[in-house]
């Protein structure tokens, strides 16, 4: 769905180092959302990629395309959504769509798959400042997620002043940061391993050096050949079980036998000697 907008509700769900997750909703476009006269930013343009973060105004719409008018004095008839998709998520989407190919036609022992999240930025006006919003497809299946383009967590949330945290929950300001005092101490930071890294990890494959770090994207493993790897590992550890205790069992005889001789030798030795003593008595 075409989208120009979105609506989340107060309370959050989840919360990271640097921001609150809400749920919400994308609403639908509207020609009061786009008058005629607004001014936009225009991004994700997959045949023009140049114009990605100029900014235009809208001069008119065509059917369900609107015409902007660029700075640069170029004129484009753009959809909705070419105002919101994030550049990185257009030109890193087709990247992942090659690699799954090949992962596919070579056969690789680890049976992944690449793939971007559906995501819009939104400006927005709070409380008189301007505001940037980030909404994601929300993911409802088990995939192992990339924190954040710095691949790093921290230990703790990051200070927060006591303008910051009068701000509303959800909203991501995109402002110049402030200098923070000398006394000011932030927690270490602690690596995080890279998602790419750790699915190969996972499936027990040699890590390979690979940059795949747009600002937002999963990656979800096959499950079944999880599974499967998961299955091979179970066995191997019951043969290996079952080997220890056949070497255990085959001791354990071989020392049984040897006690067993040990004691007819001694038992033939006292034999002979109680024989040898009786003829000499005779």
């Not at 699915?199 to 770090?213: E, W």
Request: aromatic share 6%.
């Amino acid at each position: 769905m075409e989208a120009i907008g979105i609506a989340f509700r107060k309370t959050s769900f989840a919360q990271g180092a640097e921001r609150y997750a809400h749920r919400g909703t994308e609403l639908a476009p509207s020609r009061q959302a786009l008058a005629i006269g607004s001014h936009v930013r225009v991004s994700g343009l997959q045949n023009k990629p140049q114009h990605n973060g100029v900014a235009a105004r809208v001069i008119g719409q065509q059917g369900e395309r609107w015409q902007v008018k660029l700075d640069t004095g170029e004129e484009l008839a753009l959809h909705s959504s070419n105002l919101q998709l994030p550049p990185r998520y257009v030109h890193k989407g087709p990247l992942a769509a090659q690699f799954n190919e090949r992962q596919h036609i070579y056969g690789q022992l680890c049976t992944f798959s690449i793939r971007f999240v559906r995501c819009s930025v939104y400006e927005a006006v709070v409380d008189g400042r301007h505001t940037s919003i980030l909404a994601e497809q929300e993911l409802k299946d088990d995939y192992l997620k990339y924190n954040n383009n710095a691949g790093m967590v921290r230990t703790t949330k990051p200070r927060v002043s006591a303008d910051d945290a009068s701000e509303p929950l959800g909203v991501i300001f995109e402002e110049q940061e402030k200098e923070l005092d000398d006394d000011v101490t932030m927690p270490e930071p602690i690596d995080a391993p890279h998602a790419v890294l750790l699915s190969l990890l996972v499936c027990g494959v040699r890590p390979r050096k690979a940059d795949l770090r747009p600002a937002w994207h999963c990656i979800k493993l096959a499950r079944d050949k999880q599974r499967r790897l998961e299955q091979q590992k179970r066995q191997k550890e019951q043969q290996a079980l079952l080997q220890f205790e056949q070497r255990q069992q085959e001791a354990m005889a071989q020392q049984r036998r040897e006690f067993e001789q040990q004691q007819q030798e001694a038992m033939a030795r006292s034999n002979g000697g109680s024989s040898s003593s009786d003829n000499k008595r005779r």
